[in-house]
């Protein structure tokens, strides 16, 4: 006997599940330069498309970049919004530790690297990263 075969069931949103997912963009800023999505959330949850979130950052004087399956290590692809102004400065103001970590100092070429490129957490570049989505460096024994 066939097994009943599960189809995919349609999420749907409330404002406040909607708002948790999009703070990963939103809160964007001097204290969190960069923020992702991945393109399946922003289609599949959201039910919104990048092009319009890249419109909505861009009011907010804030830059974009998409990465496709084939340039990040995201399944569906990547959305990035970020401060290039906050990201440049934070970059600058780490410039040893970004040197010494092998990372990108320029804004838009650190978007896309860190688009493509994941780092463990004993990895110099991880607590780097970390910083720049606004988050604490883990403490790595």
């Known amino acids: 006997m066939n097994a009943p075969v599960e189809t995919e069931r349609e999420f749907v949103l409330d404002d406040k599940m909607r708002s948790a997912i999009l703070h990963s963009l939103t809160a964007v800023g001097r204290s969190?330069?960069?923020?992702?999505?991945?393109?399946?959330?922003?289609?599949?949850f959201l039910k919104t498309t990048p092009k319009a979130l890249a419109a909505s950052a861009a009011r907010r004087g804030l830059a974009t970049a998409q990465f496709t399956t084939r340039s990040c290590r995201i399944k569906s692809g990547a959305f990035y919004v970020y401060d290039r102004v906050a990201l440049e400065s934070l970059l600058k103001e780490q410039a040893e530790a970004v040197q010494a970590a092998g990372l990108p100092s320029n804004a838009v070429t650190f978007v896309a690297h860190i688009a493509a490129v994941w780092y463990d957490t004993g990895h110099p570049a991880h607590g780097i990263i970390a910083t720049t989505f606004g988050e604490p460096p883990l403490e790595v024994d």
Do not use: N, Q
Not at 32 to 44: A, E, F, M, Q
């Open 32 to 44: 969190k330069p960069v923020g992702y999505l991945p393109i399946y959330t922003i289609k599949r």
